[in-house]
């Protein structure tokens, strides 16, 4: 390809050049003798005129002298008539369009090398070349340490081989992890989705995909990368890195109860480490001392809401990655203004009884109409499951403070009857005022 630039660039030079000498080597003859005929005619016709005038006057009794003015007149014409040829004097500096045309050459490949990407495109080139020996030393040599310019030129090499092949799932993962690595993190989440459109069963690209959800830090994305966590660990029930994950939103929650559970029910597969196990041991531990701190209780003391057996908090854990999960499509009719700033609350309630939320999603508001997921993962309080309950209806909120109390002002939407398992979407349009 370098090559093909070069050969290009030449090609362009030259016919610039051509261009450019052929004002030099073009012969421009001036017809200087037609121009002196010409002249001579215009003079000898204005004679005539001039003589025609004179008779003119002479009838009119206008003349005193007309042959002297007639003699001056063929004086006036001989002096005006040139019969001679002029010679066209030539130039001798031929070779004046030297400068210009080494100018034009060396002046076009100067600007290029200052300010072109031939820098760029030969590291490139270069790069290329060393991608083979690169991908070996990273994958194959595990007591080489690569630097930081060998992972950026790993990715440069990799990122054209997606242009060539944009079908390797298993590229974009590494494409997302070498982005991660340089914390480029929308580079990194816009590669693990396309890996993630290619291959949505594979593990990793799942877990990837997870963490840079997490990452994110909206309540949207949280939402979504516990929805992906869920699913995969119904598939693989023994996958410790979900596992690890899913504890972890938890406790960034501060829902140490459900951290908790998912950390013991980690401790109960057979292929933990020693390692592994000391850390997960030090999580609960740290974990319970939360809890006694939020509920003044002595860490000794069993914690409320949790499963008392080891068995129990298996059956807990795994009954909330097993529980339904109410996807909520949710928009606005044309009457209802929009705030500028606000928030959608979307909650669960019974069809009949008590009307306390069972569970409940805020969201930032933003561009509507938008979506998000509801289930045992946001109830309000322990023990009050969405999942018990046979029917429910949710409802969607658009608020200016954020306040889960009704308030003046705010605008509501309710689904209809839910049942429990529902697969189908739930649609919500926010149409009345409250």
């Known amino acids: 390809m370098l090559l093909q630039f070069w050969l290009g660039a030449i090609l362009l030079l030259t016919i610039a050049s051509v261009i450019f000498l052929v004002p030099f080597f073009v012969s421009?003859?001036?017809?200087?003798?037609?121009?002196?005929?010409?002249?001579n005619l215009l003079n000898r016709a204005l004679y005539d005129v001039r003589l025609a005038e004179l008779e003119n006057d002479e009838q009119q009794g206008?003349?005193?002298?007309?042959?002297?003015?007639?003699?001056?007149?063929?004086?006036?014409?001989?002096?005006?008539?040139?019969?001679?040829?002029?010679?066209?004097?030539?130039?001798?500096?031929?070779?004046?369009?030297?400068?210009?045309?080494?100018?034009?050459?060396?002046?076009s490949i100067a600007i290029y090398w200052s300010v072109g990407a031939y820098q760029e495109v030969n590291h490139w080139q270069n790069t290329l070349q060393r991608y083979p020996t690169l991908q070996a030393k990273l994958f194959n040599d595990f007591?080489?340490?690569?630097?930081?310019?060998?992972?950026?030129?790993?990715?440069?090499?990799?990122?054209?081989?997606?242009?060539?092949?944009?079908?390797?799932?298993?590229g974009w993962l590494l494409y997302s992890r070498l982005g991660m690595v340089f914390k480029d993190a929308t580079l990194a989440l816009n590669a693990v989705k396309k890996a993630y459109s290619l291959d949505p069963t594979s593990v990793d690209i799942v877990l990837v995909y997870a963490q840079l959800k997490m990452q994110k830090g909206d309540e949207y994305s949280q939402q979504q990368a516990q929805l992906m966590l869920k699913k995969l660990l119904v598939n693989h029930p023994k996958e410790l890195e979900a596992w690890s994950m899913y504890a972890f939103m938890a406790l960034e929650k501060q829902d140490y109860v459900t951290a908790i559970a998912r950390w013991q029910k980690m401790l109960t597969f057979e292929n933990i480490s020693v390692k592994q196990s000391?850390?997960?041991?030090?999580?609960?531990?740290?974990?319970?001392?939360q809890l006694a701190v939020e509920t003044n209780q002595p860490i000794s003391k069993p914690i409320l809401s949790m499963a008392s057996t080891e068995k129990e908090?298996?059956?807990?854990?795994?009954?909330?990655?097993?529980?339904?999960?109410?996807?909520v499509h949710i928009s606005v009719a044309d009457n209802v203004p929009i705030p500028d700033a606000g928030f959608i609350i979307v909650y669960a309630q019974r069809v009949s009884g008590p009307k306390m939320p069972l569970a409940a999603v805020k969201l930032v508001l933003g561009e509507l109409p938008l979506s998000t997921t509801i289930s045992d993962a946001n109830v309000m309080m322990q023990g009050m499951k969405l999942s018990d309950h046979s029917e429910f209806v949710i409802k969607a909120r658009l608020s200016k403070s954020g306040d889960v109390m009704n308030k003046k002002g705010d605008w509501e939407g309710v689904s209809?009857?839910?049942?429990?398992?529902?697969q189908a979407t739930v649609n919500i349009v926010i149409t009345d005022a409250l």
């Open 28 to 39: 421009k003859k001036a017809p200087q003798k037609n121009n002196n005929d010409n002249r």
């Open 62 to 107: 206008l003349l005193i002298d007309k042959e002297k003015i007639i003699v001056e007149l063929q004086h006036n014409l001989l002096d005006d008539i040139n019969d001679k040829n002029i010679t066209p004097s030539k130039n001798n500096s031929k070779f004046i369009w030297l400068p210009g045309l080494f100018l034009l050459i060396f002046g």
């Open 143 to 170: 007591d080489v340490q690569p630097s930081e310019q060998d992972l950026r030129d790993i990715m440069l090499g990799l990122r054209t081989q997606l242009e060539i092949d944009p079908s390797d799932a298993d």
């Open 278 to 289: 000391n850390i997960l041991i030090d999580s609960i531990s740290y974990a319970k001392k």
């Open 313 to 327: 908090q298996q059956n807990t854990a795994l009954d909330e990655i097993s529980t339904p999960i109410y996807k």
């Open 416 to 422: 209809s009857v839910i049942k429990s398992g529902q």
